[in-house]
């Protein structure tokens, strides 16, 4: 990388309250040391404290948290967070996140336990959108969530999914995710701009699979050495999830969203058979930057020290071999194309009903009047830069725009991808 790159403390200051908070560290023992002190990340006592905390403590199935794998997988997780070199509110953060986690899956191992019959619900078809950060999946997914014939996990759905001892009424589980979404930006206002988060929108996959301890969720947060992602896990914990959220519900399309479906388009696939994908396009010199610098904007909230470098080499490699593989095997057929819709950036933002309308004829999928309407009156209260802007560059993060759109001509080429 040529230059110096500037470092996060000098791209994102952090408020008063987060300084001082981190700043309790350096009295245990400086600010990696004292946080773990400060804030550990014990996997026993958590999961003592999780059944505790639930009211479970001599009931048959208090310390079933379902299938044999879990420990394994929830024990190297806690120990590589524990290890980690987060900041105090960092590891507040990620502990906060893991007990919720193990909560909801004693809850929901509980559910499975009890009515067989969520096995047999069928995920049919769910629509799922996918592509690289910054090229329009977040505002594509919720204007898709505005078809009246699509659900979509809902931020507290996925955070809370079943009624909790403190109160078994919706709007208990509202406010708790509510207070956990509202947070990030409250540790880092810039993120605001990047990503609204709030407990009545819809949440990528991501979110919704953080208590498989395998998912996407636990690396996109730090640099955690000694974690493996298990995305065999991920996908099985992720059907099972819908299956538990749709059980007793009027039948709906599922609307699912992750980036992350690029890079494991065959589990994908072999998980929900019968997906129909809607890929989003747009030019790598904007949205390569983009995926690194939200990417580190999470991991700046969690700790003071990230290893950019290796973060963007990650980051370019991932999703270059990944978009480009997807050209190339839609481009000899061996992905069905009557499952894969597109929607461009450009055209989206130009005319986004239209744009829709078009990926939904790919997929064989109805348009209804209903839907534009719900789309063009969403974005008459949603204006573009609301919660400010995210401004990046290739060269703020060590790339040069030939040199991404080089590395993913196969890519621009099979999808005529406009450059900005």
């Given at each position: 990388?040529?230059?110096?790159?500037?470092?996060?403390?000098e791209?994102?200051?952090?408020?008063?309250?987060?300084r001082?908070?981190?700043?309790?560290?350096?009295?245990?023992g400086g600010?990696?040391?004292?946080?773990?002190?400060?804030?550990?990340?014990?996997?026993?006592?958590?999961?003592?404290?999780?059944?505790?905390?639930?009211?479970?403590?001599?009931?048959?199935?208090?310390g079933?948290?379902?299938?044999?794998?879990?420990?394994?997988?929830?024990?190297?997780?806690?120990?590589?967070?524990h290890?980690?070199?987060?900041?105090?509110?960092?590891?507040?953060?990620?502990?906060q996140?893991?007990?919720?986690?193990?909560?909801?899956?004693?809850?929901?191992?509980?559910?499975?336990?009890?009515?067989?019959?969520?096995?047999?619900?069928?995920?049919?078809?769910?629509?799922?959108?996918?592509?690289?950060?910054r090229?329009?999946?977040?505002?594509?997914?919720?204007?898709?969530?505005?078809?009246?014939?699509?659900?979509?996990?809902?931020?507290?759905?996925?955070?809370?999914?079943?009624?909790?001892?403190?109160?078994d009424?919706?709007?208990?589980?509202?406010?708790?995710?509510?207070?956990?979404?509202?947070?990030?930006?409250?540790v880092?206002?810039?993120?605001?701009?990047?990503?609204?988060?709030?407990?009545?929108?819809?949440?990528?996959?991501?979110?919704?699979?953080?208590?498989?301890?395998?998912?996407?969720?636990?690396?996109?947060i730090?640099?955690?050495?000694?974690f493996?992602?298990?995305?065999?896990?991920?996908?099985?914990?992720?059907?099972?999830?819908?299956?538990?959220?749709?059980?007793?519900?009027?039948?709906?399309?599922?609307l699912?969203?992750?980036p992350?479906?690029?890079?494991?388009?065959?589990?994908?696939?072999?998980?929900?058979?019968?997906?129909r994908v809607?890929?989003?396009?747009?030019?790598?010199?904007k949205?390569?930057?983009?995926?690194?610098?939200?990417?580190?904007?999470?991991?700046?909230?969690?700790?003071?020290?990230?290893d950019?470098?290796?973060?963007?080499?990650?980051?370019?490699?991932?999703?270059?071999?990944?978009?480009?593989?997807?050209?190339?095997?839609?481009?000899?057929?061996?992905?069905?194309?009557?499952?894969?819709?597109?929607v461009?950036?450009?055209?989206?933002?130009?005319?986004?009903?239209d744009?829709?309308?078009?990926?939904?004829?790919?997929?064989?999928?109805?348009?209804?009047?209903?839907?534009?309407?719900?789309?063009?009156?969403?974005?008459?209260?949603?204006?573009?830069?609301?919660?400010?802007?995210?401004?990046?560059?290739?060269?703020?993060?060590?790339?040069?725009?030939?040199?991404?759109?080089d590395?993913?001509?196969?890519?621009?080429?099979?999808?005529?991808?406009?450059?900005?």
């Open positions: 990388m040529a230059g110096r790159l500037a470092t996060m403390a791209r994102y200051p952090r408020p008063d309250w987060v001082r908070v981190n700043a309790m560290g350096d009295s245990l600010p990696v040391e004292g946080a773990r002190r400060l804030v550990p990340i014990d996997p026993d006592a958590m999961v003592e404290e999780a059944v505790r905390s639930l009211g479970l403590a001599g009931d048959a199935l208090a079933d948290f379902g299938d044999p794998g879990w420990r394994a997988r929830f024990d190297a997780l806690a120990r590589a967070v290890g980690s070199r987060m900041t105090v509110v960092g590891r507040l953060m990620t502990r996140e893991l007990f919720r986690a193990l909560r909801t899956r004693l809850l929901q191992n509980r559910a499975w336990a009890q009515d067989a019959g969520i096995a047999s619900e069928r995920i049919e078809a769910p629509l799922v959108v996918t592509g690289p950060a090229s329009g999946t977040t505002i594509l997914f919720e204007l898709l969530w505005l078809d009246p014939g699509v659900r979509a996990p809902l931020a507290w759905e996925a955070l809370h999914p079943l009624p909790m001892p403190e109160g009424a919706e709007s208990v589980r509202v406010r708790a995710s509510e207070c956990e979404q509202e947070l990030w930006a409250d880092q206002p810039e993120f605001a701009a990047v990503h609204e988060l709030r407990s009545d929108l819809p949440v990528e996959c991501v979110t919704l699979t953080q208590p498989c301890f395998a998912g996407t969720h636990w690396p996109m730090g640099q955690l050495e000694g493996a992602l298990d995305p065999v896990e991920m996908y099985a914990y992720e059907k099972r999830a819908l299956q538990l959220l749709q059980r007793g519900r009027p039948p709906a399309t599922w699912l969203k992750t992350g479906h690029l890079m494991t388009i065959d589990l994908l696939l072999g998980t929900f058979p019968d997906a809607i890929q989003t396009h747009r030019d790598p010199a949205t390569m930057p983009s995926t690194v610098s939200t990417t580190a904007m999470v991991m700046w909230m969690r700790s003071n020290d990230i950019l470098e290796l973060l963007t080499g990650a980051v370019q490699a991932g999703f270059s071999a990944a978009l480009n593989a997807v050209a190339q095997r839609r481009a000899e057929g061996s992905l069905p194309a009557a499952q894969f819709g597109d461009h950036f450009q055209e989206l933002l130009k005319d986004p009903v744009a829709i309308r078009r990926a939904y004829d790919q997929i064989g999928r109805p348009f209804a009047a209903e839907h534009g309407e719900r789309i063009v009156a969403y974005l008459a209260e949603k204006p573009k830069g609301k919660f400010g802007v995210h401004r990046y560059a290739p060269e703020d993060w060590g790339f040069t725009a030939k040199g991404l759109r590395d993913l001509a196969p890519y621009l080429s099979h999808f005529g991808v406009a450059l900005e």
